[in-house]
C-alpha cells in the first residue's frame, strides 16, 4: 500500500480557499486513482472527491461539487485538492488514499488510514 501525507489544513474562514496537498515517497503512485475523504467526530469518513491515474476522469460528491477541484502531478508523486467557497460544514480531518478509481467512491474499502490534515471553517 502507498504510504501517503496529508498537509495543509488549517483554520480559515468561511468562503476562503484553501489548498490541500497529498505526497508520498512511493514510485508505484501513478499507477493508482487517488481519492479525498473527511470525517467529523461522530461521523462515518466520506468521500469527496477522486481522480484517475492520468487526470482524465474526476468524481465529487454533491456537497463540495463546483467548489472543490482534484487534481495531481505524477511527476512529483503530489494530489491536491484546492477547496473555495468553503462553509463551515466543510470542517473535518482531510484524507487521501489511492487504488482503483472504481473502488475510490466508498470509503470502507479501505481499512488503513494515514493521519490526515485538520481543517476547520468557521462562520
Known amino acids: 500500500q502507498v504510504q501517503l501525507t496529508e498537509s495543509g489544513g488549517r483554520m480559515v474562514q468561511a468562503g476562503e480557499p484553501l489548498r490541500l496537498s497529498c505526497g508520498t515517497s512511493?514510485?508505484?503512485?501513478?499507477?493508482?486513482?487517488v481519492g479525498w475523504y473527511r470525517q467529523v467526530p461522530g461521523k462515518d469518513r466520506e468521500f469527496v472527491a477522486s481522480?484517475?491515474?492520468?487526470?482524465?476522469?474526476?468524481k465529487y460528491a454533491d456537497s463540495v461539487r463546483g467548489r472543490f477541484t482534484i487534481s495531481r502531478d505524477n511527476n512529483v508523486k503530489m494530489a491536491y485538492l484546492q477547496m473555495t467557497l468553503l462553509k463551515p460544514e466543510d470542517t473535518g480531518v482531510y484524507y487521501c488514499?489511492?487504488?482503483?478509481?472504481?473502488?475510490?467512491?466508498?470509503?470502507?474499502?479501505?481499512?488503513?488510514w494515514s493521519q490526515g490534515t485538520q481543517v476547520t471553517v468557521s462562520s
Open positions: 488514499q489511492t487504488g482503483a478509481y472504481a473502488d475510490l467512491w466508498d470509503p470502507r474499502t479501505f481499512t488503513t
Open positions: 512511493s514510485l508505484t503512485f501513478p499507477r493508482y486513482a
Open positions: 481522480i484517475t491515474r492520468y487526470s482524465d476522469d474526476r
